[in-house]
């Protein structure tokens, strides 16, 4: 992965959404220990202060967790916990704009349902 130093998102978020990635990818397993602030600095060349606010999100959010003296580590849930979060935000978001715009646009929920029904069978015909 290479970080966007030109994203209006900020690195130490785009190294945590990295490391959820390759959470969610199965590149990085439950109750494996994981890069430490410094080998994150050198893996992207940013601030290894950087980096570790990176890490302290996925702490936070309990995705991580830290054995003294030993580094960080993935916890058991770390995958439930980031689809979740993930489902939760970026669907939630835009499942909020897209009923926005129906409103707006005046289509009942009904014909809503059923445009998303139809959007869904033809983009199985489409894989």
Do not use: C, H
Not at 25 to 36: K, L, T, W
Not at 59 to 68: E, G, L, W
Not at 87 to 101: A, C, P, S, T, W
């Amino acid at each position: 992965m290479i970080l966007n130093s030109n994203s209006i998102k900020p690195i130490y978020l785009q190294i945590a959404d990295w490391l959820e990635a390759e959470i969610l990818a199965y590149r990085i397993i439950e109750d494996e220990r994981i890069y430490s602030q410094y080998q994150l600095a050198g893996m992207f060349n940013i601030n290894p202060a950087t980096a570790a606010k990176g890490l302290n999100i996925l702490a936070d959010k309990k995705v991580i967790y830290k054995k003294r003296g030993l580094g960080m580590f993935v916890a058991p849930s770390a995958r439930e916990i980031i689809l979740k979060s993930r489902k939760d935000q970026v669907l939630g978001e835009i499942l909020r704009e897209l009923i926005r715009e129906t409103e707006r646009l005046g289509i009942p929920e009904e014909q809503l349902i059923e445009m998303i029904r139809e959007a869904k069978k033809n983009k199985g015909e489409e894989d």
